[in-house]
């Protein structure tokens, strides 16, 4: 399985590409996620409106 990992015992996907289905011969973009963690604390503030505009 490329791009399948398991994570903290969870399956997760650390490969994507997105690609503009409107152009034709679009290579798209990829993104590889190489580091994750899962139930993080993130402090509330964090979600304020002024943080989120920054």
């Known amino acids: 399985m490329d791009g399948i990992k398991k994570v903290q015992g ?3 996907p650390s490969r994507f590409i997105f690609k503009d289905a409107l152009k034709r011969n679009s290579k798209g973009t990829e993104w ?8 993080v604390e993130i ?11 920054k």
């Open 43 to 53: 402090p509330e503030h964090i979600f304020l409106k002024a943080a989120l505009r």
């Open 32 to 39: 590889v996620i190489e580091d994750i963690q899962f139930d």
């Open 10 to 12: 969870r399956w997760f």
